[in-house]
């Protein structure tokens, strides 16, 4: 497996934020500044016991946050190690791994309003937005889904000053009075301009892309956990990779995908959540060709872009630009 660029940072800080969930505050060992990052960026993390997963960046990024990366990591109950390497070995003081932040999931620079709907731990790159947002006093509306306030994450940075006013909480348990947010009510009318991003568990990211069904693919912007339990397989048919720059082709197996197809004949193509989610294996070339299979690319960009580690050709021949 290729990996890009790996970075070491100390965990300065970790601090519970629920019952489920952890901060953890990363920072370079010698206090050097961290690589830069615009809001909605992720990092691998490469934890004890050989586990790498991608973490938000909860923070958006500004002088106040000293050149520090803030993740949050919920402890699932069916873990598959990775959750719970960093709640049960992870330590104030330890060194870890990371990859340098790349974003499949940014802000969109052309919309006039942005609508951000984040679900538990899918807040985390949410709130790095609405700061940002609020920063350069752009349009916004935070919505924040939770079982109740002991289970909402990063409280104190949701009801700072800058947020307050943007931010709808919908709890599922408490007080009666407690403001609910109607799903179906809240995306029925798309005022023009408006950009719809969201995250969170599966269930919930289904439910919000029912209720904006009507909306335009290019004005909803999701960011994924896991791929979905209904998600294909990434084997079919066979196929072949016709590379424009090289002048080759390379065929690829039906139990095989085309990144591997490619580390095959010696082509060094990165990858790392091998589910279509993180844009790492993303490169140019015929999207109109290609079953898109991944959950990083928008509409406009599948016409031109391909995520290697899932998708495969209609037909017989994908061309890349490699």
């Not at 932040?101 to 609405?130: S, V």
């Not at 306030?149 to 931010?167: I, K």
């Not at 591997?260 to 844009?279: F, K, N, T, W, Y």
Request: hydrophobic share 40%.
């Amino acid at each position: 497996m290729s990996l890009e660029r790996t970075l070491t940072v100390r965990v300065e800080r970790i601090s519970r934020q629920t019952p489920e969930i952890l901060a953890f505050e990363l920072a370079h060992p010698w206090g050097r500044p961290l690589p830069s990052y615009e809001a909605g960026a992720h990092i691998d993390v490469h934890m004890p016991g050989g586990f790498s997963r991608q973490y938000s960046l909860a923070r958006a990024p500004s002088a106040a946050s000293a050149g520090r990366y803030v993740i949050g990591v919920k402890r699932e109950l069916a873990s598959r190690g990775g959750s719970a390497s960093m709640h049960e070995r992870v330590r104030e003081g330890d060194l870890l791994p990371i990859s340098a932040p790349r974003n499949t999931f940014p802000l969109r620079e052309e919309a006039t309003h942005h609508l951000l709907l984040a679900g538990g731990i899918g807040m985390t790159p949410l709130l790095a937005m609405a700061q940002a947002l609020a920063a350069r006093g752009a349009a916004f509306t935070l919505c924040v889904f939770a079982r109740s306030e002991e289970h909402l994450a990063f409280a104190d940075a949701l009801h700072a000053p800058a947020l307050a006013p943007h931010l709808r909480l919908h709890l599922d348990q408490g007080d009666a009075s407690s403001q609910r947010i109607d799903l179906r009510s809240l995306l029925a009318q798309r005022a023009p301009g408006t950009h719809l991003y969201v995250c969170g568990p599966g269930g919930f990211m289904q439910a919000v892309r029912d209720a904006a069904a009507h909306w335009p693919e290019d004005a909803l912007h999701t960011e994924y956990f896991a791929a979905p339990a209904d998600a294909g397989a990434v084997t079919g048919l066979p196929f072949t990779l016709k590379l424009a720059r090289r002048g080759i082709t390379v065929p690829v197996a039906a139990d095989q995908t085309a990144v591997d197809a490619l580390h095959e004949v010696g082509i060094d193509i990165p990858v790392s959540c091998q589910q279509g989610l993180c844009g790492t294996c993303v490169v140019e070339g015929d999207g109109e060709g290609a079953e898109h299979r991944d959950f990083c690319l928008t509409g406009s960009e599948r016409r031109h872009k391909v995520a290697l580690c899932c998708s495969r050709a209609k037909g017989l021949e994908l061309e890349l630009q490699l």
